[in-house]
C-alpha cells in the first residue's frame, strides 16, 4: 500500500477521504502543476443499450479518458456521433455480439493499438492502447477486457490464464519505456477476499481461482499498483453486482474492475473512485465506472 509523506493531503475512495497505508510516496498533487488527468474504465455491457447512461455519466463526471469493456458492438455501428457532439475523440476495437473494447477522449491519441500480440489465431476484441501527449510526456493507456474464464473445467479457463500470461509479457516490455501506463478494465478477477462480499461463493469460479488471482499478483509484482488498494484497504469496496437475486440492494458485490497504474504512473497518483450511484440508474449495467486522478 501507499502513503504519502505530506500527511496535509489525503486520498478518496467512492466518495470517502481515507488515509492509504505502507511506504510513503510524495504527494503527486503538491509535486507537480499540472491539472489532473481522470481516467476511467466502465465495463458499459452493451454500448447500445447504455448509451443514455453513457452520456449523462460523461457530462457528469467529466473524465479525461475513458475505457470502456463489453461495448458488444462491431466499429461501425457503435455510437459515435453521439459521443463526439459531448467533446470526446473515438477509437474502438468492436466484434458482433458480445466482447469489444473502446477509448473514449478529451484529447486525440498519438497511436492506437488493437489486439493483446502472442497469438494471432485470437480474433476476440479484448485489448486497445491509446498513447497520449501531455504537458509532461505521454500517458498510456489501456483498455482491456479479461476472458471470464468459466467454466473451470472446459477450455475457457487456459484460455484465461494464457491470456493474462500474454498481458503479463507484453507489460513487462512497456515497463522498460519507463512512461506513466494505466492498464484498465474488467479483470474478470477478485483479488482478494476483502474484494467480495461473500468469498465463499466463489471458491468454485474462475474469477477467484487461486491461478487468476496469482496472475494478477505477477502483475502487482512487475511494479503495477493496484489504484483503489492504494486508496483504501476497506472491505465493502465493489465494482460489480449481479442482476439476480437481489445483488445490488444487498450490497453482494465484487471488485473485478481495476486500474493498475506503473511505477511512473503511481508516481503521479492523485486519488480514486468507485462511482457506485451509477448502479442504482435505470436499466444500469452490472458494472460501474472506476477511475483514477494522475497528476500529468
Given amino acids: 500500500m501507499l502513503r504519502r509523506r505530506n500527511t496535509s493531503c489525503d486520498r478518496n475512495v467512492g466518495g470517502k477521504a481515507v488515509w492509504a497505508k505502507g511506504p510513503c510516496l510524495p504527494c ?12 476511467a474504465t466502465w465495463n458499459i455491457n452493451s454500448v447500445k443499450a447504455r448509451i443514455d447512461n453513457l452520456q449523462h455519466w460523461l457530462r457528469e463526471s467529466s473524465p479525461d479518458i475513458v475505457c ?5 458492438s462491431v466499429d461501425e455501428q457503435f455510437p459515435r456521433l453521439e459521443i463526439e457532439a459531448l467533446g470526446y475523440h473515438v477509437e474502438t476495437h468492436g466484434q458482433k455480439g458480445f466482447n469489444g473494447v473502446a477509448l473514449l477522449s ?9 489486439g493483446l500480440p502472442g497469438d494471432d489465431s485470437d480474433e476476440q476484441a479484448r485489448f486497445i492502447e491509446g498513447i497520449y501527449s501531455t ?3 505521454v500517458v498510456r493507456v489501456v483498455s482491456l477486457y479479461l476472458p471470464n474464464g468459466n467454466p473451470i473445467d472446459t477450455e475457457k479457463f487456459p484460455y484465461k490464464l494464457s491470456w493474462m500470461q500474454r498481458l503479463e509479457n507484453w507489460a513487462k516490455k512497456r515497463l522498460t519505456l519507463e512512461e506513466p501506463l494505466v492498464l484498465a478494465g474488467d479483470y474478470n478477477v477478485i483479488p482478494e477476499p476483502v ?12 474469477l477467484f481461482q487461486p491461478q487468476s488471482r496469482q496472475a494478477f499478483r505477477r502483475l502487482e509484482n512487475l511494479g503495477f499498483t493496484d489504484a483503489i488498494r492504494a486508496s483504501t484497504d476497506e472491505s465493502g469496496v465493489y465494482s460489480f453486482w449481479d442482476y439476480q437475486a437481489g445483488a445490488w440492494q444487498k450490497n453482494n458485490g465484487i471488485r473485478i474492475d481495476h486500474l493498475m497504474l506503473s511505477p511512473e504512473a503511481t508516481n503521479r497518483f ?9 448502479r442504482a440508474w435505470e436499466k444500469p449495467s452490472d458494472h460501474v465506472p472506476v477511475t483514477v486522478t494522475l497528476a500529468v
Fill in 195 to 206: 474484494d467480495a462480499r461473500n468469498p465463499q461463493a466463489w471458491l468454485g469460479d474462475a
Fill in 270 to 278: 492523485i486519488s480514486a473512485n468507485i462511482e457506485k450511484h451509477v
Fill in 68 to 72: 470502456l469493456q463489453e461495448i458488444k
Fill in 106 to 114: 478529451k484529447k486525440s491519441p498519438d497511436e492506437i493499438n488493437k
Fill in 28 to 39: 503527486p498533487a503538491r509535486a507537480h502543476n499540472h491539472y489532473g488527468m481522470k481516467i
Fill in 135 to 137: 504537458d509532461t510526456g
